[in-house]
C-alpha cells in the first residue's frame, strides 16, 4: 500500500510539472503573420466586439456569401444567446466562374452550398487562407470523379474559384476566427448562396438550370434569417 501511495504521489508530480498543451491561439500565434495581424487588428476588433455587446470568450461567428454583391458577411453572437447580428462585411476582390455550385475540378467556379471552415492556413501562398470542406458529403453524394477542392478564403486579388478579400481583410477576419474557435467553436459555417434566397428573387430566375438547386438551398437560407438581429 505503501508502495501504491508513492508511485500516486510520483505520477501526480509529473503531471503537475508537465506544461498545459498550447491554446489553439497560442498555436497561431507562433507564425508571424498571424502576430503581425493581431497586432494591427486586435486591438479595434475587440472594441467593435464589444460595441456589439460580444464577448470574445463566448464568441461564435456564422459566414454567409453572396456571389451578386460579392461580399463576405461575417455575423456573431455570444455561446447561448438565440440571435446573430452581423459584424463586418467584406468585399470579394475577385471573381470567377458564373453564378451555380461547383460541379468539377477546373471549372473555376466557386461552390454554393452550406460549408465550414475546416483549415487555418498561417502561411498561405495567399497572405493567410481559411480552407473550406469542399468537397462535402452533399458534393460527393453526386458521385463525380473529380470535383476539384482546395477552396478557400484568402488573402490577394486573385482567385481560379476561391474567394479573396485582399491581405489586410483577411487578416481581420483570419483574427476574428481564431477568437471564435478559441472561444469553443470548433464548427465554423460558411453559407455560399448566389444572391438573397428570398422568393421574390428566385422568381426572377425560374428558367435558369440551376434553379432547383437554388430552391433546395432556400431552406437552409430562410432558416438563418430566422436568427437575425437587425437592430443592435
Known amino acids: 500500500m505503501k508502495r501504491l501511495l508513492l508511485a500516486l504521489g510520483l505520477l501526480l508530480s509529473i503531471c503537475a510539472a508537465r506544461p498545459a498543451a498550447p491554446t489553439f491561439r497560442e498555436q497561431q500565434l507562433h507564425y508571424p503573420r498571424v502576430r503581425a495581424a493581431y497586432a494591427r487588428h486586435w486591438p479595434a476588433m475587440r472594441q467593435l466586439l464589444h460595441r456589439r455587446h460580444l464577448d470574445p470568450a463566448r464568441l461564435e461567428v456564422f459566414i454567409r456569401v453572396f456571389k451578386i454583391g460579392q461580399r463576405v458577411e461575417v455575423w456573431g453572437r455570444n455561446q447561448g444567446e438565440p440571435a446573430f447580428q452581423l459584424v463586418r462585411t467584406y468585399p470579394i476582390a475577385a471573381c470567377s466562374g458564373a453564378l451555380g455550385p461547383k460541379r468539377q475540378e477546373g471549372d473555376r467556379q466557386v461552390p454554393e452550398g452550406f460549408y465550414f471552415i475546416n483549415r487555418f492556413h498561417p502561411?498561405?501562398?495567399?497572405?493567410?487562407?481559411?480552407?473550406?470542406?469542399?468537397p462535402n458529403a452533399a458534393d460527393l453524394a453526386l458521385g463525380?470523379?473529380?470535383?476539384?477542392?482546395d477552396i478557400f478564403i484568402h488573402g490577394s486579388n486573385v482567385t481560379i474559384g476561391c474567394l479573396p478579400i485582399t491581405d489586410p481583410l483577411i487578416e481581420e477576419l483570419y483574427v476574428l476566427l481564431v477568437e471564435a474557435r478559441s472561444a469553443g467553436q470548433e464548427a465554423i459555417p460558411v453559407h455560399i448562396f448566389p444572391f438573397e434566397l428570398r422568393d421574390e428573387v428566385l422568381a426572377r430566375y425560374q428558367q435558369h438550370r440551376h434553379y432547383a438547386f437554388w430552391r433546395s438551398l432556400q431552406p437552409g437560407y430562410a432558416e438563418f434569417e430566422k436568427m437575425v438581429k437587425i437592430d443592435f
Open 123 to 134: 502561411s498561405s501562398l495567399y497572405h493567410l487562407s481559411l480552407g473550406l470542406d469542399y
Open 144 to 149: 463525380i470523379p473529380k470535383p476539384g477542392g
